[in-house]
């Protein structure tokens, strides 16, 4: 691991992106991951990627804008110089309730990798916490997902495995072939740092990244994300997180 990226939605309540920018090529970042804020003109953030040396190989895109603005996804990829796609997320009330939408839900990022494997880009799912909670039958949202979606990537949030309930390096060892992309994150100890959701700048928590490094070893990940939902001091998480898996 050489290259570390930075999901740009952990500084989203630290505007302007320029500063962001700046930021990050200070503390020793070389790329960044995209998310909807920083589309809305891409040509700018790619003038200012290009002025602070950073690159944007990766970004998320939501399944609506997936699915029905296909040309408006490539265009901001083409500009960004993207290689990556991942969908990072289904809100609450698209969420299925049954195996079945489950199921359903896995067949249409099967379609939407065809759309975009065929435009050149890898394309994936970026997991969240409730997609590893048992259903009602006992089946497991995110199984059901792989299975209808044999072709898919994983970009892999690890810390949001753990939060639901779920083994990491269980998941790691069984769909290490899908593993392209990594959120690298931590999780408080319990009661600490409720006023960041109970995250943790990595290494400062609970979550063996050293451990879990070794097992991504075995995988094709390309890209190892910083990620902090919710940092009260976004560089202060940028600066500890990056000395953390340099160390490595």
Same mark, same amino acid.
């Given at each position: 691991?050489?290259?570390?990226?930075?999901?740009?939605?952990?500084?989203?309540?630290?505007? @302007?992106? %320029?500063?962001?920018?700046?930021?990050?090529?200070?503390?020793?970042?070389?790329?960044?991951?995209?998310? +909807?804020?920083?589309?809305?003109?891409?040509?700018?953030? !790619?003038?200012?990627?290009?002025?602070?040396?950073?690159?944007?190989?990766?970004?998320?895109?939501?399944?609506?804008?997936?699915?029905?603005?296909?040309?408006?996804?490539? %265009?901001?990829?083409?500009?960004?110089?993207?290689?990556?796609?991942?969908? @990072?997320?289904? *809100?609450?009330?698209?969420? @299925?309730?049954?195996?079945? +939408?489950?199921?359903?839900?896995?067949?249409?990022?099967?379609?939407?990798?065809?759309?975009?494997?065929?435009?050149?880009?890898? &394309?994936?799912?970026?997991?969240?916490?409730?997609?590893?909670?048992?259903? *009602?039958?006992?089946?497991?949202?995110?199984?059901?997902?792989?299975?209808?979606? @044999?072709?898919?990537?994983?970009?892999?949030?690890?810390?949001?495995?753990?939060?639901?309930?779920?083994?990491?390096?269980?998941?790691?060892?069984?769909?290490?072939?899908?593993?392209?992309?990594?959120?690298?994150?931590?999780?408080?100890?319990?009661?600490?740092?409720?006023?960041?959701?109970?995250?943790?700048?990595?290494?400062?928590?609970?979550?063996?990244? !050293?451990?879990?490094?070794?097992?991504?070893?075995?995988?094709?990940?390309?890209? &190892?994300?910083?990620?902090?939902?919710?940092?009260?001091?976004?560089?202060?998480?940028?600066?500890?997180?990056?000395?953390?898996? !340099?160390? &490595?």
């Amino acid at each position: 691991m050489t290259d570390f990226s930075y999901q740009l939605y952990s500084s989203r309540n630290f505007p @302007p992106l %320029d500063q962001t920018l700046e930021m990050l090529q200070r503390n020793g970042y070389v790329q960044v991951e995209g998310y +909807g804020a920083v589309y809305g003109d891409a040509a700018a953030t !790619k003038a200012a990627l290009d002025a602070h040396n950073l690159t944007m190989p990766s970004g998320h895109f939501s399944i609506d804008l997936l699915e029905q603005e296909e040309q408006k996804v490539l %265009d901001i990829a083409g500009t960004l110089g993207m290689k990556a796609i991942y969908c @990072p997320h289904l *809100a609450v009330d698209l969420r @299925p309730t049954d195996a079945a +939408g489950w199921s359903a839900f896995g067949e249409r990022l099967e379609a939407a990798h065809a759309t975009y494997s065929k435009a050149g880009y890898v &394309f994936g799912w970026h997991n969240h916490d409730f997609e590893f909670k048992a259903l *009602a039958d006992g089946s497991i949202p995110q199984r059901l997902i792989f299975d209808a979606a @044999p072709s898919i990537s994983w970009e892999a949030d690890i810390a949001w495995i753990i939060r639901g309930g779920a083994d990491p390096f269980q998941w790691i060892e069984d769909h290490a072939s899908r593993i392209t992309a990594v959120h690298v994150k931590d999780i408080a100890a319990q009661g600490q740092n409720t006023n960041e959701d109970g995250w943790a700048d990595v290494g400062y928590g609970t979550v063996d990244w !050293k451990a879990l490094t070794s097992a991504l070893r075995d995988t094709p990940v390309k890209y &190892f994300i910083m990620e902090h939902d919710n940092p009260s001091d976004d560089e202060r998480f940028a600066r500890r997180s990056i000395a953390t898996v !340099k160390a &490595f």
